[in-house]
């Protein structure tokens, strides 16, 4: 009886896809549906516009409408909890932090930060940058104002907009992840959780001068269930951490014990979107330079 009542709960569990993992769980040996096998876990993970993608920067197209972001609340301080889910840590964040601009519909509210990551430094992105895959890749998670959960906001194509950041190898370290990461060390263990006290969310990101470069495409969520909601902003300028510090994200611990490295899903195929990039006011700025000086050159009245 007890066999039975087992072998039912695990079919459903298998039905809700509890067991989806990273492909670095499967090559380690885990019992577990990697991202090949992510379609019987959630049908939308076999969609056509699918995240995360590989940007070829040369393909990108140039956007005037993507204008520097207006950030609300991001420098004030919060008390929040960490978690190690098993899959990432997050960071539950307070809905006062608004992002808007940036050619976003309307303003979006916060809700978490999660992070996917390498392995010591290693390659850990979601995200590919002309095929380059950086050590960890941070995302944002926000939803329209007008949702109340992140259920709700997953029936709009565009409820859920993700601000992505990658991080980089740096010589020295950044003083402002001592607190995230000195909460790592509480939380190694899967299904564990302490309180990250006084930190506000500009810490963690590039300062705001240097968060106008970023491409824009639409797309989904990068575990399952999936869903094509998201609108997602990925910027250029990273995120420097030194060596020792991306270390000290590898000491996080999988559900299975294992170190928790190799969290991100491979690119998936763009099948006809198209991928922007904010700054064309600086290309046509520049483009008007080399004409009104071509003409000067040649000795011709500039134009009015
Ligand atoms: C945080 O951890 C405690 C004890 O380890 C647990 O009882 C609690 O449910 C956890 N909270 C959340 C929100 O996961
Ligand atoms: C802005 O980006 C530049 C170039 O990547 C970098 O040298 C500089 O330190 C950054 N400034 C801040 C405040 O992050
Ligand atoms: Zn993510």
């Known amino acids: 009886m007890h066999l039975l009542i087992s072998f039912f709960f695990a079919i459903i569990v298998k039905i809700q896809g509890a067991d989806w993992c990273y492909q670095s769980q499967v090559t380690c040996g885990g019992h577990c549906t990697g991202p090949d096998g992510w ?19 040369r393909r990108t197209l140039p956007d005037g409408r993507l204008t520097p972001f207006t950030f609300a609340g991001y420098q004030e301080a919060f008390h929040s909890l960490i978690t190690n889910n098993g899959r990432t840590v997050h ?9 808007q601009g940036g050619d976003l519909a309307v303003p979006y509210k916060a809700i978490q930060l999660h992070l996917h990551l390498g392995k010591d430094g290693g390659p850990g992105s979601e995200h590919t940058i002309d095929g380059e895959r950086y050590p960890m890749e941070l995302h944002i998670v926000n939803i329209k104002e007008e949702y109340n959960s992140l259920d709700e906001a997953l029936k709009d194509l565009t409820g ?5 950041f990658f991080y980089e190898q740096s010589g020295s370290s950044n003083k402002k992840y001592d607190s995230i990461i000195n909460a790592l060390n509480s939380i190694n263990m899967p299904s564990s ?50 060596r020792q510090q991306l270390d000290a994200f590898s000491r996080l611990q999988f559900a299975d014990g294992k170190p928790m490295v190799g969290t991100y899903r491979p690119v998936q195929p763009l099948n006809g979107r198209l991928v922007y990039r904010s700054g064309s006011q600086v290309i046509l ?14 000795g011709l009245p500039l134009p009015k």
Request: overall charge negative; glycine content about 6%; some cysteine.
């Open 160 to 164: 859920v907009g993700v601000l992505g």
């Open 193 to 242: 959780n302490t309180t990250l006290s006084d930190v506000s969310l500009d810490m963690f990101i590039p300062s705001q001068s240097n968060m106008t470069s970023y491409f824009r495409y639409q797309g989904s969520l990068t575990t399952p269930p999936c869903e094509e909601a998201v609108v997602w902003t990925v910027f250029k300028n990273t995120i420097p951490l030194s």
């Open 91 to 99: 960071v539950d964040l307070p809905a006062t932090a608004k992002v």
């Open 39 to 57: 379609t019987t876990v959630a049908g939308a993970c076999g969609g056509k516009a699918q995240s995360p993608i590989n940007i070829v920067t």
């Open 285 to 298: 700025v520049s483009t008007w330079l080399l004409i009104t000086s071509v003409i000067s050159a040649i």
